[in-house]
């Protein structure tokens, strides 16, 4: 097992294979070797991930819709991507509700339905069962 040179390493980093193809490639069996020794070459980095600033991440995920997992598609993230945006969420403060019912959490209640509601969670609780079902009144 011989250390790839510079020229072959540069030209491995710059195809599209990943560092375990490359790894592969030159008969090593982890990629961490090869990580190393491409920053002791001073070879580029092969991939640029910018951390958004907090108006990017407000216009992509609050005026466009777009949820973590799109976002990070779209930034250039990896699979495990969302969780980084999801922590520039959190650090910048922004809030947000991607869960299957959140469009039904944003319609306010009128005052009629508000009421309906208190009445029924906050009633006498006065309730009268059938056939074997107990039977309270408070």
Not at 44 to 71: A, F, H
Not at 113 to 120: A, E
Request: charged share 25%; net charge positive.
């Amino acid at each position: 097992m011989k250390k790839p040179s510079p020229e072959q390493l540069l030209a491995d980093t710059q195809s599209n294979m990943t560092w375990i193809e490359i790894a592969e490639k030159h008969g090593y069996t982890d990629a961490r070797f090869l990580r190393k020794l491409s920053v002791r070459y001073g070879l580029p980095p092969r991939r640029i991930i910018r951390k958004p600033d907090k108006s990017t991440l407000e216009e992509m995920i609050i005026s466009r819709g777009l949820n973590i997992y799109q976002v990070a598609d779209i930034l250039g993230y990896g699979s495990g991507g969302w969780s980084n945006i999801y922590a520039y969420c959190r650090q910048y403060g922004i809030t947000f509700d991607f869960s299957a019912n959140a469009e039904l959490r944003r319609i306010e209640f009128t005052p009629q339905q508000k009421s309906f509601v208190y009445g029924t969670l906050l009633g006498d609780a006065y309730r009268i069962g059938f056939a074997n079902d107990t039977k309270y009144q408070p």
